[in-house]
């Protein structure tokens, strides 16, 4: 609590300071994305929007290194500068290490001169700071108090996720000009915005031939970038042995190459056997294999939103995480969640050195999650 008090007495000092006199570059909109694949995948039917209202601006989306393949082809956004936001990388940092990456990130926008920001994450005290320091003449971002004071211009937040995104761009497609939009998102005449690189299709299909896959398949992604967000490997395990066996599907495990442990545990509790693709694709590549699976089984993650991005059939399970800000956003009818609907005083706390085994994550039994599978291949 007193290095938290601590923190915000320093970050308010430096917001106070004099701003140096930045005259702007004519037309660039620098938005601010920090977070992982799945967050900046949901900015992507607010940024086509915003590509529509101000089709001349220069869009300049500054992410993570980490989430470029979430939009690296997407063709509305001009530029993408990366840059690794501190408390994002899932790395072990000194604690200085934000206030070092600070100064560079404010060097870096202050070169640039662009006539607008947009901090697209509600609570990004850091990104605020740089833009106000930099001296960006409209700063534009939500109205949460460790930001506010540090903007031009506050957009109240509330809704999903992509329906933050889409006010928080409407007001800045207002503010600099652009065209009226209509108000609001809608999961299925706005969905998810994905471009796979080229090839990529033929690759999955190799991929999977090589790996013995000559019929089709469901997907199980049991990983997650936070450990509690996971479900049990036995558990999984049993849901997707009973539903291959009705099918007479293959399964096919998908995750990074820190998620094969995880694989391998889903496999030993297993009767039949699976193929095993963690570590063994790229973002594009990934994309490809869902989109032609019958069903994605997983839990809140990236890969479960592309592939829902692709089109793909999923059923999800959410436990620390909201429903409300981060479910799919698609078809219901081909987007099943399931919750126990227990909240308790660490809902929303997704650090990592939480493990693995949360009650609200155990309360999801299996014979649930089969039967929302069954209807979803029914019904989709």
């Not at 697209?120 to 960006?136: M, N």
């Not at 973002?283 to 490809?288: C, D, Q, S, V, Y």
């Not at 793909?312 to 969640?337: F, H, K, M, Q």
Request: hydrophobic share 45%; with cysteine.
């Amino acid at each position: 609590m007193i290095a938290h008090r601590l923190r915000d007495a320093a970050v308010d000092a430096l917001a106070r300071l004099p701003v140096w006199s930045v005259e702007p570059a004519q037309g660039e909109i620098l938005l601010i994305r920090p977070d992982h694949l799945g967050d900046v995948l949901f900015l992507t039917p607010a940024l086509h929007r915003l590509r529509r209202a101000l089709p001349d601006a220069h869009l300049t989306l500054a992410i993570g290194p980490w989430a470029r393949p979430a939009v690296a082809e997407n063709p509305d956004i001009d530029e993408i500068l990366e840059f690794p936001f501190p408390g994002f990388t899932r790395a072990t940092t000194v604690r200085m290490a934000p206030y070092w990456g600070l100064a560079e990130f404010i060097r870096m926008v202050r070169a640039r001169r662009p006539a607008a920001a947009v901090v697209l994450r509600d609570d990004h005290w850091w990104a605020a700071l740089a833009v106000r320091r930099a001296g960006v003449p409209v700063r534009l971002g939500s109205t949460h108090p460790s930001v506010r004071h540090m903007l031009t211009n506050g957009v109240a937040l509330d809704g999903h996720a992509v329906e933050q995104n889409g006010a928080m761009l409407n007001v800045a497609a207002s503010l600099l000009g652009g065209q009226a939009l209509e108000p609001g998102l809608d999961p299925v005449a706005d969905p998810l915005r994905w471009w796979g690189s080229t090839g990529a299709g033929e690759v999955a299909r190799v991929v999977l031939a090589d790996s013995g896959v000559d019929r089709p398949y469901l997907v199980l992604a049991p990983g997650a970038g936070a450990p509690v967000k996971r479900w049990p490997a036995r558990y999984w395990a049993e849901v997707v042995s009973r539903l291959a066996g009705e099918r007479d599907v293959a399964v096919v495990v998908v995750g990074s190459n820190d998620e094969r442990p995880l694989a391998e545990s889903v496999a030993a509790a297993m009767a039949l056997p699976i193929v095993d693709l963690t570590g063994r694709t790229d973002f594009a590549t990934l994309g490809a294999v869902l989109g032609r699976a019958d069903i994605v089984l997983g839990v809140d993650s990236g890969p479960l939103h592309l592939a829902t991005a692709v089109g793909a059939r999923t059923v999800r399970l959410y436990g620390p995480s909201s429903i409300e800000r981060y479910g799919p956003w698609g078809d219901p009818r081909r987007n099943r969640v399931l919750s126990a609907g227990m909240r308790c005083s660490q809902c929303g706390d997704l650090s990592l050195d939480r493990p693995e085994g949360a009650g609200c994550m155990l309360a999801i039994g299996v014979d649930e999650v089969l039967a929302a599978a069954r209807e979803v291949l029914e019904d989709a």
